[in-house]
Structures are given as C-alpha cells and as structure tokens.
C-alpha cells in the first residue's frame, strides 16, 4: 500500500525564521513519484516541485529547497526566510511509477503560518 | 497558457437536488483526475480518465455520483440527489503523460455546500 504522512500539523514560525515541512512516504514501487503542493487560503492547488525515484539529487528553488533520502523515505520541504506570502497548507504527495498513472496519494497537509 | 478551468467556483445548494460541477482541462492534456476534499478525509482521487475513458472509478462514493467526459476539453462531475455529507471542495485536474514531470495541474476547485 502506498501512504504519505505528514506529522505535522501546524506550524507558526515568525517572519524570516527558516522551516522545515517533513514527508514520510510508504511504497513498494520501485519507479515512483514525490510532489509538494501549495494550497494558500484562496484554496487553489499550486503545484511545487516534482522529483523521480531515480533522482536523488536534491534541489533549491530560491528560498525552497527539498532534500530527497531514499534510504529514510522521507521528502522534506524547506523554507528559507520566511514570508507571510508563505502561509498555506503544504501537501506532500505520492505517485507509483508501475500502475495507477494518476493515483495522487495525498499527505494530511501541514499548514504554516507564518507571523509578521 | 490556461490552466484547468472549472464551474461554478461556489455553489449552495439544497439537499436532494441535482449538483453539476465543471471542467475544461489543460489543452492537450490526455488524462482527467477528479478529486473531493474535505476536513476528515483529506484529498481523495474520486475518478481519472485517460482519452475520455474512465479507468479508475474506485473512489467514487456511491451511486448519487456519476462522472462523464464527452470529448478532450469536458468533463463533468453530477451529484444525484445531493446530500449534506457531499459538502466539500471537488477539485478537477489534469495531465499530459510524458510531459516534463508527469505532473498533475489542479483547478481552482468547485467549493459545494449542501444545506
């Protein structure tokens, strides 16, 4: 069975403090893939970033980064300098790589608020 | 280019009535997924198509609830008779396989309230 979790619920961290958004995923694809999503208060879903199985390398996107560890199943989410504009509920999201080709496995969302 | 578009962003509606909820998906994109969020049950895949065909309706609730998508560009999601249990956002997304990420693109969602 595939499962995502996100033990945090909430966070609040004041402006420019950095933060942490942790992901814990279960699978037994060996070909899979990890999402993070942003859903702000206007309810939207933006979507972040996408990493491959087969991609470890971890990445940096301004004040986002995302370090991938296969051997802990964990794709953690940080931001760097936190902004007010950062506040909203953060998914981290799951996709097997052998079936299901659009079975988005969801997370209980972390949501973040962040304090002038 | 346009994202996932769907209708009506807001809808209030009694229960026992028909609900429609619209979605025009990303051009070119073959593969339509319709998900429900709520607070207890988080984000939950309902149905997806791939070149208008159903291939997954497992998480479709109950019978009340029927999904169709006619051609490329629409889909619907019919709510019949609605039930105050249904209130939720239902969001309508889309994918083109191959593309660079596999990625799935949301709608702005279709929030329902059911009184």
């Known amino acids: 069975a595939q499962k995502v979790t996100q033990a945090q619920t909430e966070i609040s961290v004041v402006e420019k403090e950095d933060v942490t958004l942790d992901c814990v995923y279960e699978?037994?694809?060996?070909?899979?893939?990890l999402f993070w999503y942003k859903q702000p208060p206007s309810g939207e879903l933006v979507f972040l970033i996408r990493?491959?199985?087969?991609?470890?390398q971890n990445e940096i996107s301004g004040r986002y980064s995302w370090n991938f560890q296969k051997s802990t199943s964990s794709f953690n989410f940080t931001i760097t300098a936190s902004q007010v504009v950062d506040s909203a509920v953060y998914f981290c999201?799951?996709?097997?790589?052998?079936?299901?080709?659009?079975?988005?496995?969801f997370g209980q969302g972390t949501t973040l608020q962040v304090k002038p | 280019d346009a994202g996932v578009i769907q209708s009506p962003r807001h809808e209030v509606t009694e229960m026992g009535q028909e609900v429609t909820l619209r979605c025009k998906p990303i051009s070119g994109h073959d593969y339509l997924f319709w998900y429900r969020q709520t607070m207890m049950r988080g984000l939950e895949l309902l149905i997806y198509?791939?070149?208008?065909?159903?291939?997954?309706d497992s998480g479709m609730p109950e019978d009340r609830f029927s999904a169709k998508m006619p051609n490329a560009s629409f889909s619907t999601l019919k709510i019949q008779p609605s039930e105050p249990r249904d209130s939720a956002v239902y969001f309508c997304?889309?994918?083109?396989?191959?593309?660079?990420?596999?990625?799935?693109?949301f709608g702005e969602g279709s929030w329902l309230t059911v009184v």
């Open positions: 997304a889309s994918l083109v396989w191959g593309d660079s990420g596999n990625t799935i693109y």
């Open positions: 999201a799951l996709r097997g790589g052998s079936s299901n080709t659009g079975k988005l496995i």
């Open positions: 699978t037994r694809d060996t070909t899979y893939y």
């Open positions: 990493r491959n199985s087969f991609d470890e």
């Open positions: 198509f791939n070149n208008n065909v159903p291939i997954d």
